[in-house]
């Protein structure tokens, strides 16, 4: 108790209050009606909340063709969409990225294929695991190829298709290291044997997944490779043919060119990521995502007091305190407090105290440095926590740096709580 204070329960005391609860009752029972639907559905998403992610549609569009035009005449390109586009956005982001020149479209779920099927899309989708048997009819019935690698598959999946007077295409998943997924390079031969007896099955192609394509050290990388390229020669000497081969992911597709057979599959670099240092040289990508917000609080905090949770950073007294509606529940990584940057007029102003569940506060320096005009910060300003404003850039390749983590987990960290404009 402070002060001897318990809260002011009985309110008949005050001379001018009123029956809150009672009031709160009647309020609940009644729809205020003058607002309408459609006015109410007017209001635009970035209007409601001052937090959303623009996506460059261009950006995905020029990484496409820039990676196309590096690939041998007759070399499809996969566009790996995985993951919504690696938080970009599938549809979006595979449309734009069919009409810059790729053919094949990867998800990693049955619901992914799905969803892009009911958008519209009809160019052929790989899915890059094995579904459950029991998600079958949706392949069929949606058309999306399935990577196979047990026997029990893909006899389910072939008397299914044969049931209903249809193919059963799939690629086949080859292990040749990672050990993750897929058939044991020296086992292929036996796989396709145990399982060819069946009409319906129609091998579409085979594939493997580098484990170490972007890393600096490459004899891991060409072991793999050629595991991959016995499986595949020990496929055509018996006679039969593998479909298209494809084991490149961004990584791999940049740096060993040779190694890019039948198809690519395109993912981080897609979105305008380098998979490592290896690949800056190789070829100009432009980051498609941006992270934006706006003020929705500014004060000055005396020197020594603290800002956010546990009070851990203290106002060296120069500086306004700015609060943006951004926090780790929209994917800016509580790893990342104190160690990232936002953009306001072009100038970085640091990330300071804990970022919380929903907002997170930035500090305005506001001494003056020769001749630059100090900052003014205003509610409802536009504030960059991903992306370049004026010269100036926070990346995500930064963050994942100070996170500890890689682009790919911070990219798709940006959660559906803030619009996606496309741009
Ligand atoms: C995710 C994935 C890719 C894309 O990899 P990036 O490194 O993002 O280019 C390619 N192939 C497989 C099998 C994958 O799972």
């Given at each position: 108790m402070i002060n001897g204070f318990t809260g002011f329960s009985n309110k008949d005391k005050f001379q001018y209050s009123r029956d809150v609860s009672a009031r709160h009752e009647q309020d609940a029972?009644?729809?205020?009606?003058?607002?309408?639907d459609a006015q109410l559905d007017a209001i635009p998403e970035k209007e409601r909340r001052w937090s959303w992610v623009e996506i460059d549609l261009g950006a995905i569009r020029h990484n496409t063709s820039e990676v196309k035009r590096r690939l041998r005449p007759g070399c499809r390109l996969m566009a790996v969409v995985k993951a919504d586009a690696y938080g970009h956005g599938a549809v979006q982001c595979a449309k734009a990225s069919l009409n810059a020149g790729a053919e094949w479209l990867g998800v990693a779920t049955v619901d992914e294929g799905v969803e892009l099927r009911q958008a519209g899309i009809t160019q052929p989708i790989l899915i890059l695991a094995e579904p459950p048997i029991s998600a079958i009819p949706l392949l069929l019935r949606h058309r999306v190829t399935p990577a196979v690698y047990t026997a029990e598959f893909a006899i389910a999946y072939a008397e299914m298709a044969d049931a209903h007077g249809l193919r059963a295409p799939f690629h086949l998943a080859i292990n040749t290291?990672?050990?993750?997924?897929?058939?044991r390079w020296d086992e292929v031969m036996e796989f396709v044997l145990q399982t060819s007896f069946h009409r319906a099955l129609v091998l579409d192609g085979i594939f493997t997944h580098f484990a170490?394509?972007?890393?600096?050290?490459t004899i891991d990388f060409h072991l793999q490779a050629r595991r991959f390229v016995e499986a595949a020669t020990a496929l055509h000497d018996a006679g039969i043919d593998p479909g298209i081969v494809h084991c490149d992911n961004s990584a791999a597709l940049l740096r060993y060119t040779?190694?890019?057979?039948d198809m690519v599959r395109l993912g981080i670099a897609l979105y305008g990521f380098h998979p490592c240092p290896e690949t800056r040289k190789l070829i100009d990508l432009k980051p498609a995502m941006s992270v934006h917000a706006r003020i929705t609080d500014v004060r000055t905090v005396p020197m020594s007091e603290g800002v956010s949770y546990g009070l851990n950073y203290r106002s060296p007294g120069s500086v306004k305190i700015c609060t943006v509606p951004v926090g780790y529940a929209d994917?800016?990584?509580?790893?990342l407090s104190g160690r990232t940057d936002f953009l306001l007029n072009g100038r970085r102003c640091h990330q300071v105290g804990n970022i919380c569940m929903d907002q997170c506060m930035f500090e305005v320096d506001m001494r003056t440095y020769g001749t630059k005009p100090r900052l003014n910060p205003q509610i409802g300003d536009e504030v960059v926590i991903v992306g370049s404003q004026d010269g100036e850039a926070v990346t995500i390749d930064d963050m994942a740096v100070a996170a500890g983590t890689i682009q790919h987990e911070i990219a798709i960290g940006f959660s559906h709580r803030m619009p996606r404009l496309y741009v």
């Open positions: 029972r009644r729809t205020p009606l003058e607002f309408n290291g990672m050990n993750r997924i897929g058939v170490t394509a972007d890393c600096p050290d040779e190694t890019n057979f994917g800016l990584r509580r790893a």
